[in-house]
């Protein structure tokens, strides 16, 4: 992750930022250095950096010579770094703490032949932690506190709006320490031998909580979602406690994980699996882990040999795909529509299906895998990659319709409006920029 420098970080950060003023997105000039466009191809900051990113909140990522700092929507350098200190914007098509509420990750030596010590940089408030914690929870959640670990590798809370601590390091923790949601945070002590001895709840003053007797934690780092937290009981199994410190669904499951969007996946004593809601009630039961999920209200079983049917949480069958080859259907899109996946050999490609089980785009595609991972047409559109037939990219519409035509040699998911693309030309160089929804380049520059 120390090594992780600016080519990848511009990969994962040319992709564009909301704010009060709309998007801003890294752009090349014709000097041969990078300034900010807005959604309509103008320039707003004038090409003036050896390289950049795009805005995240407020700041956007740049680099000057060696040195890698940030910006504001002045234009302004309100940060240059050390050289050999690095900026980590985010992996995997995730950025730390999210594209609006989340930080960069500031990595370095504070002298030499010191360890590594990680401090942060918050894309709201531009404040700088400086290098001085062990660890920073790069997973950050949108609370203004984020959990750092200090020299003794004991956990604390640090404010993102002035870099200070607020919260005393003297939690433990076996990843990255306890996020606050909604006011609250979960916290564990634990014996010399790394086994948990106390349980807390803490609000964002700091004051602790107890949680009710014989009620514990298993494992460091619990998530709350829903207002919900699992604990296990006296009896060795899993319920769900909330941010009162109150037992709501009593300790019956052998495990149980965070509540999202109103339900829970569970394991239930016979080996089974299963959802439930926030009062407990039983909405879906398998004996397959992988299909123990509910989302938009829906979930999807198994029906037989390449046949899949998506239930409402009411029990409602809502309609069955089955078809050749056939290996996953999914749960539905904020937009109703469906993925579902076809195998063949090792290969998967990836259609679409509406909640009428009527496929409205064949499986022949493959997504952008760095970018908004797990999400899908953003803005109405869906970047796809025809590896099969044209090895091109282009975007399908939500009726399932190539709305903007195969010939990118890349392309990225749309924020705002416009994504960045780029296209192979026949003497071999290629055309970076960005298209409007459209299909229309809004700017490019070649390489």
């Known amino acids: 992750m120390k090594k992780l420098l600016c080519g990848i970080l511009c990969l994962l950060m040319l992709l564009g930022c909301a704010s009060a003023e709309g998007y801003w997105y890294a752009a090349k000039g014709d000097n041969g250095l990078w300034g900010h466009i807005d959604e309509t191809g103008n320039w707003v900051i004038p090409p003036k950096f050896d ?38 914007s985010g992996y995997d098509g995730f950025y730390y703490g999210g594209r609006e509420t989340g930080i960069w990750l ?128 006296a009896n060795g199994l899993y319920g769900y406690c909330n941010t009162s410190g109150e037992v709501v669904i009593e300790p019956q499951f052998a495990y149980a994980f965070e509540f999202e969007d109103g339900y829970a996946e569970v394991e239930f004593t016979d080996g089974t699996y299963g959802v439930i809601d926030q009062t407990g009630k039983v909405v879906m039961r398998t004996t397959d882990t992988h299909y123990a999920d509910v989302r938009h209200g829906c979930y999807v079983l198994p029906t037989g040999e390449h046949s899949f049917t998506m239930y409402s949480v009411a029990g409602e069958e809502l309609f069955t795909l089955q078809g050749e080859n056939i290996v996953r259907l999914w749960t539905p899109e904020e937009n109703g529509l469906c993925m579902y996946v076809v195998e063949k050999g090792r290969q998967r490609r ?83 920029g960005y298209i409007n929804q459209q299909g229309e380049w809004v700017y490019s520059w070649t390489e």
């Not at 400086?130 to 506190?145: A, H, N, P």
């Not at 022949?364 to 899908?376: A, L």
């Not at 190539?402 to 030309?425: E, R």
Request: include cysteine.
């Open 106 to 233: 500031i990595e370095g030596k504070t002298e030499l032949g010191a360890e590594w010590v990680d401090g942060f940089f918050d894309v709201q408030s531009g404040v700088y932690s400086g290098l001085k914690w062990r660890q920073v929870r790069i997973w950050c959640s949108d609370s203004r506190l984020i959990p750092v670990a200090d020299e003794n590798w004991k956990w604390g809370y640090v404010s993102r709006d002035t870099g200070e601590m607020v919260i005393p390091a003297k939690y433990d923790s076996d990843n990255m320490g306890s996020n606050f949601y909604d006011g609250y945070a979960v916290v564990t002590v634990c014996d010399d031998d790394y086994n948990i001895v106390q349980t807390l709840l803490i609000d964002e003053t700091g004051k602790e909580y107890p949680l009710p007797e014989g009620i514990h934690e298993e494992y460091c780092d619990i998530e709350i979602g829903d207002g919900l937290f699992e604990v296990v009981g």
């Open 350 to 432: 990836c259609g679409w299906v509406n909640m009428q089980g009527k496929i409205i785009s064949e499986a022949k595609w493959n997504f952008p895998d760095y970018d908004q991972t797990g999400v899908y047409f953003p803005s109405g559109l869906q970047a796809v990659y025809d590896i099969d037939g044209t090895r091109l990219a282009g975007y399908l519409n939500e009726s399932g319709e190539l709305a903007i035509p195969l010939q990118f040699s890349f392309v990225t998911q749309f924020y705002g409006k416009l994504a960045y693309v780029g296209m192979v030309q026949d003497d071999g160089t290629t055309q970076y």
């Open 51 to 88: 390289d950049a990113g795009d805005f995240r909140g407020n700041y956007a990522w740049i680099q000057q010579g060696d040195r890698e700092g940030f910006a504001n929507r002045d234009g302004e350098i309100v940060l240059l770094l050390d050289e050999d200190v690095y900026v980590d």
